[in-house]
C-alpha cells in the first residue's frame, strides 16, 4: 500500500517513451496567443496584466542590468504555475516532483547568476564570502561556511520546490483513501473527512501557486547580489 502512493510521482510511460516531455510541453499550449486586433478579449487582457504586475514586482528591486532577465523569470514563473496547477488534476502528471528537472532549472541559473557576477564584479562577488568586520581568527572558518551556503543554494531550491509538492500530493492522496475506506463504515467521519480534503486540496492550489512565485523570487534576489 505504501508503495502505491509513491507510484503516482513515477514518469509515466506508454510503449516505452517517457510522458514527460510531453507533460512539460502541454502547458505552453493552454494559453491563448495574442492577436491582431487592436482590442483583446477579456482572457489576454487579464493574461496581459498579470504579466506586467508579476514583471513589475519582480523586477523592482534590481537595477537596469537585471532587467535582462525579465523574459526568462516570467516564463519560468508562469511555466512552473502551469505545470504545478495542471499536477493537481486527477490522472495528471506533476513533473515538478521530480528532483531531477527541479534542478535542471536550479543549478543553471543560479551557475548564471554567479557567472555574471564574477565576470562583472568580481571584488564585490567574493566579498560576499566574507562579512565586513570579521576577526581575523574566525576568516578561514567564515569562508568556508559562506562558500558551502553558496553552493547550497541550488540544491535548496530544487529540493524546497519537489518536497513541498510531493508532501501535498501525498496528503491529499492518504486523506482521500481514508474518506474511502471510512465512507461504508463511518459516513459522518468519512464526510468530516471529504471537507478536510476539500480545504487541504485549496491549501495545495495557494502551495502550487506561492512555491512557483518562490522559485522565481530567490533567483531574482541571487540575481540582484550580482548585477
Avoid at 471529504?194 to 522565481?216: D, G, H, K
Wanted: overall charge neutral; proline content about 7%; aromatic content about 10%.
Amino acid at each position: 500500500m505504501m508503495l502505491s502512493f509513491f507510484d503516482q510521482f513515477m514518469s509515466p510511460t506508454y510503449l516505452g517513451i517517457p510522458l514527460i516531455a510531453l507533460a512539460i510541453v502541454l502547458p505552453w499550449t493552454l494559453y491563448p496567443t495574442p492577436t491582431e486586433r487592436w482590442l483583446n478579449n477579456r482572457v489576454l487582457t487579464l493574461q496581459g496584466w498579470f504579466i506586467n504586475r508579476f514583471t513589475q514586482q519582480l523586477l523592482l528591486p534590481l537595477n537596469q542590468g537585471g532587467h535582462k532577465w525579465a523574459v526568462l523569470l516570467t516564463s519560468l514563473m508562469i511555466f512552473l504555475f502551469s505545470i504545478n496547477m495542471l499536477g493537481l488534476l486527477p490522472y495528471t502528471f506533476t513533473p515538478t516532483t521530480q528532483l531531477s528537472l527541479n534542478m535542471g532549472l536550479a543549478v543553471p541559473l543560479w551557475l548564471a547568476t554567479v557567472i555574471i557576477g564574477m565576470r562583472n564584479q568580481p571584488t564585490a562577488a567574493l566579498g560576499h564570502l566574507l562579512p565586513e568586520g570579521t576577526p581575523v581568527p574566525l576568516i578561514p572558518v567564515l569562508i568556508i561556511i559562506e562558500t558551502i551556503s553558496l553552493f547550497i543554494r541550488p540544491l535548496a531550491l530544487g529540493v524546497r520546490l519537489t518536497a513541498n509538492l510531493t508532501a501535498g500530493h501525498l496528503l491529499i492522496q492518504l486523506i482521500a483513501t481514508a474518506a474511502f475506506v471510512l465512507l461504508p463504515m463511518m459516513p459522518v467521519v468519512a464526510i468530516l473527512t471529504a471537507t478536510v480534503l476539500f480545504l487541504l486540496t485549496l491549501l495545495e492550489v495557494a502551495v502550487a501557486m506561492i512555491q512557483a512565485y518562490v522559485f522565481v523570487l530567490l533567483l531574482s534576489l541571487y540575481l540582484q547580489e550580482n548585477v
